[in-house]
Nanobody, 123 residues
Framework: QVQLVESGGGLVQAGGSLRLSCAAS????MGWFRQAPGKEREFVTA????????RYEDSVKGRFTISRDNAKNTLYLQMNSLKPEDTAVYYC????????????????????WGQGTQVTVSS
């Protein structure tokens, strides 16, 4: 059973920064998704098993950075220049299948999910 534990959410003013962490019980391809009130869960970013390939949703490119520390089995999401529209519950997800190429942006490809951490950006 894969366990994912997120941390690092909180309240920040627009233009500020936050870093989310996700501690995993193993090494997997990983992704971050978010869900705002009244909206469907959406893809934010993902990173391959090796860390050599990443993928970003267009609205976060240049502002968010995904990274991983494979020695610690920990995933990170550095979020800069935050906007009120970034407000959501952020979930990390793990994909147990090892595939080559760009990591998936589909929630259906991820097998395990964290409990979520709230990020609130005030204007």
């Amino acid at each position: 059973q894969v366990q994912l534990v997120e941390s690092g959410g909180g309240l920040v003013q627009a233009g500020g920064s936050l870093r989310l962490s996700c501690a995993a019980s193993g090494r997997y391809a990983m992704g971050w998704f978010r869900q705002a009130p009244g909206k469907e869960r959406e893809f934010v970013t993902a990173i391959s098993w090796s860390g050599g390939s990443t993928r970003y949703e267009d609205s976060v490119k240049g502002r968010f950075t995904i990274s991983r520390d494979n020695a610690k089995n920990t995933l990170y999401l550095q979020m800069n220049s935050l906007k009120p529209e970034d407000t959501a519950v952020y979930y990390c997800a793990a994909r147990t299948a090892r595939t080559a190429g760009t990591p998936s942006d589909s929630s259906y490809d991820y097998d395990y999910w964290g409990q979520g951490t709230q990020v609130t950006v005030s204007s």
